[in-house]
Every structure is written in C-alpha cells, then in structure tokens.
C-alpha cells in the first residue's frame, strides 16, 4: 500500500486520460465508454451492491481476469464516474484496487483515480472552452459531458489545479 505521505500525480493521471482519449478517437462530448473497454480488452460486468456487506463498493476492476464490474444500481451518471474511476486504476498502474468510493480520500491512488475520471469524462480543455459559451452552467454542462452535477461542479471547481 503506498504511503499517505506519496502525493498523487494529478497531471499524470490528466496526460493518461488525454492519450486514452486520442487513441479511441474521441473529441467531443459525451466520452462513451464501451469503446474504452473494448479497447483495454475488458469485460463490464454489473452487479448488484446488496449482494456484498459492504454497500459502498461501486466498482473494481481485475487485469488478471480482465474484469471492470459496477454497481449497476447506481444512476448512470455514477456508474459512468465509477467505471472511469476503475479504469483510471487499471492505466495507472494502482494495484488490487476496488472498494468504497470518497471523493475526500486522501489515499494518493484514490486521488489519481478521480482525476483521471474527471479528465476522461470531462476533459480540461473542452470544459475550459465549453465554459466560454452564453449560458453554460453545472447543469447544462453535466446533462452535455453525461455526469452528474456534483461531478460537473467538482470538475470546475477543482480545473485551477491542473493549471500549476
């Protein structure tokens, strides 16, 4: 388990989701996934939270087996964040993660991870110039991107950091 002392490498996370997106050609919003998956040679597998004792597991993803599963009773936004956030692990390297998700965590592979959902579904740029347009807001841009409002918000609010 890396140390809580490591920091996450946000820009990393931001460069890996960036050529991701290049590589399956995708250059405006919403990012589908199923192209992603195919291209990593996964099988997304839902499943229902109720079936483990822990509810607050949304996903996990196993390279060994080639396994993303979600929680497939989650709001399609969430399930959208959580397989992004699992495929963010897989790329950058975060051995035998999957579990509870928190956006607060301070766990360093649990930071790159929500960056690099947020840079895959919502990429800096397009956001940075979307949010140019009359009349863009949380809501018309998370219902245009296909996240949630709280994630749209998360992603604007938190953008100036992968300016430094």
Known sequence: MLENTLKPN????????KKLLVKIGTTAPPVKLAPIIKNLNLFAIPFNKNDFTNKNIFGFVSLEDGILAYNDSDPTVRKRFS???EIGH??????GQGG???LESKDPREVEANFFAAELLIPFDWIKTDLK??????KTLAS????????????IFNSDALLN
């Open 10 to 17: 946000r820009l990393r996370a931001r460069s890996i989701a």
């Open 83 to 85: 397989v992004a956030h």
């Open 90 to 95: 897989l790329l950058l390297g975060h051995p």
């Open 100 to 102: 509870t998700f928190n």
């Open 133 to 138: 347009e009359p009349g863009a807001n949380v």
């Open 144 to 155: 245009k991107y296909w996240v949630s409002e709280l994630a749209m918000g998360w992603r």
